[in-house]
């Protein structure tokens, strides 16, 4: 394995320490995900820089001048605290001819607008929930067609940000109010879509052109309270707390209908492609009780810290941790500017 000298760009306020602290929880620290990447890629023997951003691109070229660095590990999720904003600054890198891992900003583009996302996926007949999309400033005009209960979202904000309970609604007073709520609260947009009933699931994928698909995960929430529906709020997805107290777990999807992982991974597979997603990307999806799969939404370069979902599932395919970021970081050097286009 050639050793590389690698700019891991993260935001400033994540840029973990050499040597945490005596007491520090590092299951439950924010910079987790860089803390596991940086050290992991350290003990491989390459050489890493750790770069903080914030609002200032100019440091990125400097660093480069300085360090020259052979590929760029993109940790970022915003710029400038706008989430979608990272699709600029993979364009500066593709600007400044310097590799690096993740998605390609065409595909953040489009994954990171989800209604857009959605549409594109319906011309290629992907089945996903019927919606309608609220902008800011703009008056609720539901589709009679969509009937309750409805979900509503953010329309780009990642990590369940903006997602509770409160967000299923039943009737137009509650649609207003959470439309409201993701007006104010969340600063953007809102997606409105049908409420899927069933189970939540998750399918990485690696690679640009030739791709890999992990084993179908599941996000395991049976032992919440019955009256709760089954979905990732922000509390089950980040709160370790909630997650011990109802036993939430995710785990390699069992119990499938036969065939129904290999139908679930080709739709992953092809909503990689139609989106073009290029690294690594996570697509959600939901099972409902007839077996019907949804198509949720995309996530490029999602959390790939050492026990998130996305390495887990990558273990379960036969694919270490270490082994998993040098298969990023070789998929990331072989990809060029309009190589799936």
């Not at 400038?80 to 593709?94: H, I, M, R, T, W």
């Not at 007006?183 to 953007?188: A, D, E, K, L, R």
Request: hydrophobic content about 40%; charged content about 25%.
């Amino acid at each position: 394995m050639k050793k590389l000298s690698v700019l891991a760009l993260m935001h400033e306020d994540l840029i973990p320490p050499e040597k945490p602290g005596e007491g520090v929880d590092l299951a439950t620290v924010e910079w987790k995900t860089e803390y596991d990447i940086v050290t992991t890629l350290r003990d491989m023997g390459h050489e890493v820089s750790p770069l903080g951003l914030r609002n200032d691109l100019a440091v990125i070229r400097k660093a480069i001048e300085e360090r020259k660095p052979q590929i760029a590990f993109n940790l970022l999720e915003e710029f400038d605290g706008v989430a979608v904003y990272d699709q600029n600054v993979v364009s500066y890198l593709e600007l400044l001819r310097i590799p690096y891992t993740g998605c390609n900003p065409r595909g953040l583009m489009l994954a990171r607008d989800k209604s857009l996302a959605k549409k594109v996926l319906s011309y290629h007949r992907i089945p996903s929930p019927d919606f309608f999309v609220c902008p800011l400033g703009e008056t609720i005009k539901r589709p009679k067609r969509l009937e309750f209960p409805l979900i509503v979202k953010s329309v780009s904000e990642e990590a369940s940000l903006g997602i509770s309970q409160a967000s299923i609604v039943e009737d137009d007073e509650k649609l207003k109010e959470r439309v409201a709520f993701i007006h104010s609260s969340v600063g953007t947009g809102a997606l409105v879509e049908r409420y899927i009933e069933g189970r939540e699931l998750y399918v990485g994928v690696l690679g640009n052109r030739q791709l890999q698909v992990l084993p179908v995960w599941e996000l395991i929430m049976d032992q919440m309270p019955e009256e709760c529906r089954r979905i990732a709020t922000q509390r089950v997805k980040w709160s370790r707390k909630y997650q011990t107290k109802y036993g939430i777990t995710s785990g390699e999807a069992k119990d499938l209908p036969n065939g129904m992982a290999g139908e679930i991974q080709h739709i992953a597979k092809r909503v990689f492609r139609i989106l073009g997603l290029s690294g690594y990307a996570r697509i959600d999806l939901r099972l409902d009780p007839n077996g019907t799969v949804y198509v949720l939404e995309a996530n490029p370069n999602p959390q790939i810290a050492h026990d998130e979902d996305f390495a887990e599932s990558a273990e379960r395919a036969g694919i270490p941790y270490r082994v998993l970021l040098q298969h990023i970081l070789n998929i990331g050097l072989r990809w060029r500017p309009g190589s799936i286009m």
